[in-house]
């Protein structure tokens, strides 16, 4: 699960993790107090809040460059927040769409100094946290990683023993810090790492961190992400999803217990398993179609999930077909059958529709769709499904 | 005619009295494993479903009934803990079907295993289960699909599996053994594992490797395929489709916002180390059969 920035620095203000001052504000009323109360007779910074990077780049669709801004007076921050609000910024993460901004972040603005790469994430290989920082912030970390591998410094904790002072001094020390920078990059790197445990993190990036021209260090943007399976463990850190930066179908999906992604194409699967579910995707391609989602219903579906499962999809108005792949193994077809003819018939569908069943009690379920009545394509194999689905769908 | 589990297999099923487990429970008896014991904290002493002795602890299910292989069918937030308790009581074999483990929690159970004092394999989470076609079945797959014979199969999907085996199934080729190990990003046995697994088992004479997009399983089995495995051998990876970024219903499935872990490195990966590719799902007995006949 992803954060706002502003939701990041106020947990790594918590944690004893440097951040330049700042206010989140959404509607106007905030932001004239927010200004306010930040009180800035000098530089003020305006952020778009959207869960997307490259946002300092991006363009707003109607035009207005950049989702990040630094104002010298209160009546410019002002002016430029509500010109962000509401509008839709497009940056190389979020596609062509981009994302509404419904809050902005105002902070103090920093005299940057030297700009540095700080990011804490779980090694899956060897099941260890590791630590990850450069010399190189501000900057995009894959193009250093693959252009100057020698700038990525990587350390891996051990568990049991946890993060060592020896192990901030070293980093320390491959960066560059010296005096008083050291002890305050422990207390970074400790507050980050604390973090990254205790709220079972899946990635926590600060890019840049910054010295300022005093050589304090102070994380300047702050990306944190949260393992989903955890989130029963910290309510406090669940209360942070904003629905309003996920497509709505996921959202109501999810309500289901489904696993719905939304993507570009025009024919909609629905399978049981991520895997099958994966691979009908990738077979439609071949055919030469386009998948509309990814939608996994999970291994005991039952009829009511299958009819939001339908209803979810249809309410994508780039379908034109859809392909149902099902191989049933506890789950039997002539159950699966019922539910995709109720709900059919309940959604009252107006696209194609192949049905490939396989498995437990299949001749049992393809007889119930048969006999209902519905137009529908049966198909015997995965290929013939996706054959049959992209030929109706191209034409 | 196998690895890992065979007709001798002594299994511990821990959350046998839950919906889940009392239901695959059933289901495995029926194919002719032997279930010699559950596990349910507080029900110590009575019968399950009038048959299986339940016990408190792993332990006395070990010293009381001779368990040598444990199934997990415990809900995610205590999963973990199941898993690890298994490995204190130094149960061999262990398998855990349960998703949405926690990451960390796995994490701390990989360091366990990983303890030189661990006598323990996990098989999971997340996953179906480990089959020996005819004579043990350890897991939520449908058992009628396979048939005994000397294709090994390991997979980290559940679904697409039972794609694949049906397949092989209907070609008339029979499996050694099918390992489900899991979609999860941190799991016990790795593809590498069971392909090494099945290249030393003398009853196994053909591989099948189903991988999935994300991290890099698939490529350090390729690296070992490359140099050791002579045995015919064919594959699939799932989501060559899949967009960057998002993690496509397994916790392991996703291919990195720098590009890491896409279908196209694992396909070349594979073709590197000799592997028959299946250019679409519905081809991977067909792959297979481009180099062993049976």
């Known amino acids: 699960m992803n954060i706002h920035e502003y939701q990041a620095k106020d947990l790594l203000d918590q944690y004893k993790v440097a951040v330049p001052r700042g206010i989140s504000a959404c509607n106007e009323a905030e932001i004239d107090s927010a200004i306010k109360s930040l009180n800035s007779s000098d530089l003020l910074v305006v952020k778009a809040q959207i869960h997307a990077g490259g946002r300092g780049k991006g363009t707003f669709t109607d035009g207005y460059q950049g989702g990040v801004k630094l104002c010298d007076s209160p009546s410019k921050a002002k002016e430029t927040a509500l010109r962000m609000l509401g509008n839709d910024l497009v940056t190389k993460q979020t596609g062509p769409q981009g994302r509404k901004v419904q809050t902005l972040y105002f902070t103090e603005a920093c005299d940057i100094d030297h ?11 060897s099941a260890k946290t590791v630590i990850i920082a450069s010399t190189e912030g501000g900057v995009d970390i894959e193009t250093v990683a693959e252009n100057t591998p020698e700038k990525i410094i990587r350390v891996s904790i051990d568990a049991d023993l946890g993060l060592k002072p020896h192990h901030c001094r070293s980093i320390a020390f491959k960066l560059g810090f010296s005096g008083a920078q050291i002890k305050e990059f422990s207390v970074i790197l400790n507050g980050l790492y604390k973090l990254f445990t205790e709220k079972n993190a899946e990635m926590v990036e600060i890019n840049p961190l910054v010295s300022d021209k005093k050589g304090s260090l102070i994380a300047l943007d702050a990306k944190v992400s949260f393992d989903g399976n ?12 904003d629905t309003n930066e996920e497509d709505p179908k996921e959202v109501e999906a999810s309500q289901f217990n489904l696993n719905y992604i939304a993507l570009e194409g025009n024919i909609a699967c629905m399978v049981n ?35 939001a499962a339908f209803k979810i999809i249809l309410s994508d108005p780039n379908v034109k077909g859809i392909l149902v792949n099902i191989f049933g193994g506890i789950m039997q077809c002539d159950i699966i059958a019922k539910g995709i003819v109720s709900a059919a018939k309940n959604v009252s569908l107006s696209v194609p529709l192949v049905v490939r069943l396989e498995g437990t009690n299949v001749d049992a379920g393809k007889a119930i769709l048969r006999e209902s009545g519905l137009e529908l394509s049966p198909a015997d194999s995965l290929a013939e499904a996706a054959q049959i689905i992209t030929d109706k769908v191209s034409k | 005619m196998s690895i890992l589990v065979n007709k001798d297999t002594r299994l511990v099923v821990q959350g046998i009295t839950g919906k889940a487990g009392t239901f695959h429970t059933q289901q495995c008896m029926d194919y002719g494993t032997q279930v010699i014991a559950g596990v349910t904290p507080g029900k110590g002493g009575q019968l399950w479903e009038n048959s299986v002795p339940i016990c408190n602890t792993v332990k006395e299910s070990v010293s009381e009934y001779g368990a040598n292989a444990s199934v997990i069918y415990v809900p995610p937030p205590f999963a973990a803990d199941s898993i690890l308790e298994s490995i204190e009581a130094e149960i061999p074999l262990i ?3 349960t998703e949405g483990i926690p990451i960390r929690d796995m994490a701390e159970v990989r360091h366990a295993l990983n303890k030189s004092t661990s006598k323990s394999r996990l ?3 997340n996953c179906p289960g480990i089959i020996t076609p005819g004579e043990c079945k350890i897991g939520i797959m449908p058992g009628y699909i396979h048939k005994p014979g000397r294709v090994g199969v390991v997979s980290r999907s559940g679904t697409l599996t039972y794609e694949a085996v049906w397949q092989l199934t209907q070609s008339g080729l029979g499996q050694s053994t099918c390992i489900g190990i899991g979609g999860d990003p941190i799991n016990g046995t790795s593809q590498k594992d069971a392909v090494q697994l099945f290249n030393e088992d003398p ?4 591989i099948i490797m189903i991988g999935e997009i994300g991290g890099n399983a698939e490529e350090e089995a390729c690296k070992y395929i490359k140099e050791f495995v002579k045995k015919p051998i064919a594959g699939f990876i799932a989501g060559a489709s899949a967009p960057k970024g998002r993690t496509m219903g397994h916790a392991g499935a996703i291919i990195s916002e720098s590009g890491g872990g896409t279908a196209e490195a694992k396909f070349e990966a594979m073709e590197d180390a000799g592997v028959k590719i299946a250019l679409n799902p519905s081809k991977i007995a067909d792959a297979l059969m481009t180099c062993y006949s049976g």
């Open chain 1, 115 to 125: 700009e540095y790469y700080l990011a804490l994430l779980l090694d899956r290989e």
């Open chain 1, 230 to 241: 955890a989130l029963y463990k910290h309510p406090d850190i669940a209360r942070l999803r």
């Open chain 1, 273 to 307: 398993g991520a895997g099958l579910a994966m691979a009908t995707m990738d077979i439609i391609k071949s055919y030469g179609g386009e998948p509309a989602n990814f939608l996994d219903v999970g291994g005991g579906a039952t009829e009511e999930q299958v009819t």
């Open chain 2, 95 to 97: 398998i855990c079907i």
């Open chain 2, 123 to 125: 098989i999971g989470p």
């Open chain 2, 203 to 206: 009853d196994t004479d053909a």
